[in-house]
């Protein structure tokens, strides 16, 4: 039987698991981190979907980001979408890198799967963030979606994404992200 390496990332209460040959993390490639501490954001674990040919982000946020709901809903909100905007942003910015080949791209390129190397073309890119979400902060997923969604329209247009994905952990068992409760 033939096993193959597979890559785990267990990150904010949330466990991920994805064959190596196809997945990546760019918070361990040295590249990034010579950057990462120059404001500039990444997101936990990336892979080529062989089923749907989509180049798949995906950043996982615990149950924690809803306590500065209680004391200041607006202020939380804000502070959310402008943290999921920056990472959607910079993770972009990171791949163009790699697709125009800029010196920092070509260090980082050959460290990649070979399928994130180039453009995966237009509307073949997803980004989600899956955020753990009680029954009973539900309500505020849908906000947070839609005001994500219209800052991030231009940049995700550039790119043919339509809208980025914001869901809780139910929902991303239903559409069968690989992902589980650590």
Known sequence: MLVRPVREVNESGFKVSLPQSSSFRLADLAPYQQLSGRCLKEMDIGWHDGTTGY???LELKGSDVWNA?????????DHLVANLKGKATDVLLILASVWSQTD?????SPLLPAIARTFPGMSKLKLI??????????P???PVKDELNRVLAGRAGLYGIRRVTIIDFDKAKAIGLPVKRA
Not at 69 to 77: E, I, K, L, R, V
Not at 129 to 138: A, E, I, W
């Open 69 to 77: 709901f209680d004391s200041n809903a607006a202020a939380a909100h």
């Open 104 to 108: 920092f791209g070509a260090q980082l």
């Open 129 to 138: 963030f899956l955020v753990d979400t009680p029954p009973t902060r539900l």
């Open 55 to 57: 180049l798949v982000l």
């Open 140 to 142: 505020l997923l849908g």
